[in-house]
């Protein structure tokens, strides 16, 4: 068995605009093509306005910004 690769961090962030848009990042507009600082600039929206998985999600979002390119 094989362990699947980690998403990259423009997948995570698209990904936490289409879970968490309306409830965590209803201050924020996705960019169409994020850089990390983007997808570092939504972590703490998450963390403060979304839930548990939303506080998950802005770590896995933080690994893959800071994850050898």
């Known amino acids: 068995m094989t362990a ?3 998403e990259d961090f ?5 990904r936490a605009f ?3 848009g309306a409830s965590a990042l209803w201050s924020s507009k996705p960019v169409p ?3 990390p600082a ?3 600039a ?7 306005e979304g839930n548990l998985e939303a506080g998950r999600l802005a770590e896995q979002i933080e ?4 994850a050898p390119h």
């Open 33 to 35: 093509d994020p850089t």
């Open 4 to 6: 699947t690769p980690p």
């Open 42 to 48: 939504i972590t703490r929206s998450l963390r403060v």
């Open 18 to 20: 289409e879970e968490f």
């Open 63 to 66: 690994r893959a910004c800071r």
């Open 10 to 14: 423009v997948t995570l962030y698209r």
């Open 38 to 40: 983007d997808a570092l």
